[in-house]
């Protein structure tokens, strides 16, 4: 299970694919790129975020929702860039070594 959080604020609940090839699919066609794994401060170590890596290069709009997970605590001067297009939440017990390109970012 995870979570699909819009650039719009919507949320929707995801009930992922037991085998995770089906899950990346699944994860490339709500985020909709190349995948990125990262793990905002604001969310438990236990969850990550799964981003679009090229979203801003392709002019995606800001996910003000996800940025304010991804820059939690962060002062507002030190925020170098928002988190743009749609993300999805999920539980780090899924496979994140076979998600993007294996390079996990913790912020």
Do not use: S
Request: glycine share 12%.
């Amino acid at each position: 299970m995870a979570w699909l959080l819009r650039a719009d604020g919507q949320m929707e609940l995801v009930i992922l694919m037991e085998d995770v090839g089906g899950q990346i699919a699944q994860l490339k066609e709500r985020v909709g790129g190349v995948l990125e794994v990262v793990r905002p401060l604001g969310l438990p170590r236990t969850q990550a975020m799964i981003i679009d890596e090229n979203g801003l290069a392709k002019g995606k709009p800001p996910n003000v929702h996800a940025t304010a997970l991804y820059w939690h605590g962060t002062a507002e001067e030190d925020i170098e860039a928002p988190i743009t297009g749609d993300v999805v939440i999920v539980n780090t017990t899924l496979d994140l070594d076979n998600i993007g390109d294996g390079e996990e970012t913790w912020y």
